[in-house]
């Protein structure tokens, strides 16, 4: 019969797996825009091109989108990109004198 343990090392203790720990991704963010009945469409449609790289045909669904149902989704970011985002699209908008909000809400 042989000495050989499986679960011995060579040390005579006992072998150890180190575990792996489970990662999961942290959670997205969606960017919003809130319909008002003030800022102009156009105001609107260059927030979603310039602070959102959307194309002018994206950008102008989104804002019918905000514009008919009330609100519309720029875009989905980690919590640090959605809160920059939103917070650059806010101060834009006050130093413009639009009223236009946008916010975020967790995926």
Do not use: W
Not at 23 to 38: A, E, G, H, M, T
Not at 53 to 60: C, G, I, N, V
């Amino acid at each position: 019969m042989s000495d050989f343990d499986p679960f011995k090392d060579k040390d005579g203790g006992l072998a150890v797996q180190e575990a792996k720990p489970k990662l999961k991704r942290p959670p997205l963010y969606k960017v919003i825009l809130l319909n008002d009945d003030f800022t102009p469409m156009d105001f609107v449609i260059e927030i979603l091109m310039d602070f959102f790289a959307m194309s002018e045909e994206k950008a102008t669904q989104v804002m019918l989108q905000v514009h008919t149902q009330g609100v519309g989704v720029c875009g989905m970011y980690s919590k640090d990109v959605a809160e920059t985002k939103v917070y650059i699209v806010n101060d834009y908008s006050r130093e413009h004198h639009h009223p236009l909000m946008c916010s975020m809400e967790e995926v």
